[in-house]
């Protein structure tokens, strides 16, 4: 990798896209004149890229050429070689055995002319070794949309010809391809180029600079909007801007407020409605918004801050819940206040018995002589379920590894696949066998090397596995080991019980356990006189190997498994779940989760013991494996017929080869997606979608729903507390938050539920087409188009952008709309640089937690925003559907195959 130095810009004079073939090759050409004074063709260069090609091997070449002069009429072209007719920036798919000059010749009727170049055929593959890369301009406006342009050269004839890739969200590009970009800081580009043979980096910054600008109002508010009369009252107002104002604009708040910073309070007492009116203005010019704030007469007074503790309860279960509430104003005489549904008069701070059957509603009105104030609040109802085990065992197999939330196993052509939740995407090479856990998976290459991914969670340092020649390897929640090809032992990561320091001794195999809650981690492994040794913790005599002549070993949690030299299991350690209760029967692998272990029989079948899958009795899978794998409550398998099978909880159940039609509208926890079957399929974290009905729409945050043909919403849960309850009766749109919901009626008509702490639950009244729901705020287009938001305010959540909006998506952080004219507009006070999006026309727009993308006309996917694992690094391709969790997006091909990217591995 390149160090991040400005380096210096390298002018190119060459034709765009062919950078690579500038300087290094001189074409030679022979003209022949026309006696006509006519403007015949006189070619200036001609050149091909790549430059080089491997020996007898199909390549794509692009042959390209420029005229010293107009020619008139446009001439045609043709190249020898059997290439035939052409035009410039062709592609050809060619191969050759040896070095080759390709002859141009360019004909109109006033004459011709021929120039030549060479393509060298090489034996093998040659690696990229970047010489030059370059952006321009390579200085841009702050905040305006700049076309630059990256171009690079070679040190050498790279052979197949490289496949670049930019970060940043651009992707794969061509060489000299320009690219819109708006920047709000100066950034530093890194180039990757990478063929078969190897890869290459180099980096390149692109600075900004600040061009004056008038300022340019966005949004103006004062909180609070409602002030008593006559009443000396703090008031916060607060802007945003639509650009970029340089120099920094001075603002001033009239009547009475003058100069005040952005955020800033100033002391007012009313008598009456008042407009205030905020003027910004710099050099270049000014700008002016104005807000209202209404007051409260005398007797007048309102609910502020109804909160009930707990705001959830279990259904049927009577239980004493706090009411809790200020008031804003200046009631006059004794006042009472009720809740409804029978609940009756009630104070703030006192407690009422409460038994739901169902998520509720419910309203307190508080009432003087003369005014009554109304406020109100969701209490939700839970249905009581198991509590799941959240420890994590993996034990590493040698075609399959498995891990809470994700499963990676080796293709036929021996590669990594991994979908799920929690890792990068998979190290591309040939591997011969993998182990992993959620935050790390390693590979063993076929030389022995060890080659590790996973997500900058890793606490431990798993992926900086040792350097050497290995043969055997196994990767733990908390520590890894490997057998030397000399059969020692290597381990590496936490080391608290001992667990990486492993004896002397040669080895065969190892198998390592997980750190539980009660910090419980161990190892084992097989000698090489067929016996087992075990170290780190032995708090259930997990280290007190039995005797005998072993093959493999299996740890758990807290409890080991080794297979005999005779097919038969010994179980020892911890069997508070009956995990060490193996069955009788001959095996020939082992794989043990946290409190279960599973067998592969002699007769393909697989077997398990312990608890798994909430159950102490578990049951096998049907079919025939030829290896397994096994994590915290599930397990993996590779059938005979090269499929992939997981049985259990909390992981993906099934590898993402299916074929899906949509994406949910609002996705920031787990990857799910609808497949064309309309069954709701569950790509990672933690929770599993229970419906046997067709769905046509759902939507996840905590609590996942789902949108059934009928029109009718049923939901999950997916931690161990029970589902949000959702409302009866039939809707069209479906939008989850956190703790709430909504959902538009058949009749236009906005319904929330849910957590209601801070408005989150209450909708505004109208009709309206579709509604977005982020963590704790929604935004709904209405029947007219027009947006309108509301919940949470901070960093500008409920801020609602002027004009009409096709659709809209609600992020954590910030918010994204799709205009009428398909142009796109973000929002948040608090996260500037994510609200700038690229400009353009698009089709839709997904919203993640500090990042964004958008499939535009031609239905490619840009994105923006924070790309540290990835996540606005969208694949090149034609996309139909967009969903966005935290850190990783996913995307609907135009082929029905899901692709993602980021943290959720493909």
Known sequence: MR???????????????????????????????????????????????????????????????????????????????????????????????????????????????????????????????????????????????????????????????????????IGALQNGSAHELMLAADTVFTLDCTNRAGSDTAVRWVTVTIEPAAPALAMFTATPTRVVSGVSTDVVFTWTYANLPSPDAVCTIAPDVGTLANGGSASVTLTADTEFALDC?????????????????PGEFEIVGLAAAPAALIVNEPTEVMWR??????????????????????????????????????????????????????????????????????????????????????????????????????????????????????????????????????????????????????????????????????????????????????????????KSSAGVSHSCGITGDHKVICWGDDAYGQLASPSGSYTATAVGALHACALS???????????????????????????????????????????????????????????SFATLACSDLACCGVKTDGQIACWGNYIPLEPPTARFVALPPTLQH??????????????????????????????????????RTDGTVACWFASTFAPMQAP???????????????GIRPDNHLECWGDNTLGQSTPPEGQFTSVGVGYSHACAISVEGTLACWGSTDAGDVTTPAGEFSAVNVGLYFSCGLRSDQTLFCWSDGWPGLVSPPAGRYLAVAVGDRHACAINQQRNVVCWGSDEVGQATPPTGVYVALALADRSSCAVRDDSRLVCWGEFVR
């Open 3 to 169: 160090g991040l130095q400005r380096l210096p810009i390298v002018l190119v004079g060459c034709v765009v896209g062919f950078v690579a073939a500038c300087g290094s090759e001189s074409a030679t050409r022979q003209r022949r004149t026309s006696p006509s004074t006519s403007a015949a063709p006189q070619l200036a260069s001609f050149v091909s890229a790549p430059m080089a090609a491997v020996r007898d091997e199909a390549t794509e070449v692009w042959f390209s050429w420029t005229y010293l002069n107009a020619p008139s009429p446009e001439p045609s072209c043709a190249i020898d070689h059997e290439v035939g007719p052409v035009v410039s920036g062709a592609k050809q798919l060619l191969a050759i055995s040896t070095d080759t000059t390709y002859t141009l010749t360019c004909t109109n009727s006033a004459g011709s002319d021929v120039a030549t170049t060479t393509i060298a055929a090489v034996p093998d593959a040659v690696p990229p070794i970047l010489q030059a890369f370059t952006a321009t301009p390579a200085s841009v406006v702050a905040g305006i949309a700049a076309s630059v342009a990256f171009a690079w050269s070679y040190a050498n004839a790279p052979t197949p010809e490289p496949v670049c890739t930019l970060d940043h969200g």
């Open 281 to 297: 203005a710099n050099s270049e010019g000014s700008d002016s918004l104005t807000t209202n704030i209404s007051v409260m007469q």
């Open 325 to 514: 509430w200020g008031l804003r104003g200046d009631p006059v005489g004794p006042m009472a206040c009720v809740v409804n549904r029978g609940i009756g008069a009630v104070g703030s701070g006192t407690a009422t018995l409460v038994t739901l059957t169902q998520t509720q509603t419910y309203e307190l009105s508080c009432s003087t002589p003369s005014f009554t104030a109304h406020a109100s609040l969701t209490l939700q109802g839970l249905v009581p379920g198991p509590e799941p085990i959240f420890a994590v065992g993996p034990t590493p197999m040698p075609s399959v590894s498995v891990a809470r939330a994700h499963v990676c196993a080796l293709k036929a052509d021996r590669t990594a696949a991994c979908w799920g939740a929690g890792q990068r995407n998979a190290s591309t090479g040939v591997f011969t066998a993998l182990s992993g856990t959620d935050e790390v998976t390693c590979g063993l290459t076929p030389t022995g090397s060890l080659d590790c991914w996973g997500s900058p969670d890793d606490y431990f340092d798993l992926a900086a596995a040792p350097a050497g020649s290995f043969v055997a390897m196994a990767v733990g929640s908390s520590h890894a080991c490997a057998v030397a090809g000399d059969g020692h032992l290597e381990c590496w990561g936490d080391d608290l019980s001992g667990q990486s320091t492993p004896p002397l001794g040669t080895f065969l195999s190892v198998s390592v356990g997980s």
């Open 565 to 623: 030299t005779v097919g038969a299991v010994v179980c020892w350690g911890n069997n508070a779940h009956g995990q060490l209760d193996a069955p009788a029967g001959t095996f020939t692998a082992l794989a043990a989760g946290t409190y279960h272990t599973c067998g592969l029989k002699t007769d393909k079948t697989v077997e398990c013991w312990g608890y798994l899958d909430g159950s102490y009795a578990p049951a096998s899978p049907s079919g």
């Open 670 to 707: 787990q990857p799910l997606a609808l497949k064309s079957n309309n069954r709701v399929s569950v790509l990672g974290g933690d929770a599993v979608s229970p419906f046997d009905a067709n769905v046509v729409d759902f939507s996840v945050l905590w609590d996942g729903c789902a949108l």
């Open 728 to 742: 009866a009766g039939e809707f069209t749109n479906l939008g989850i938050g956190s703790d709430f919901g909504c």
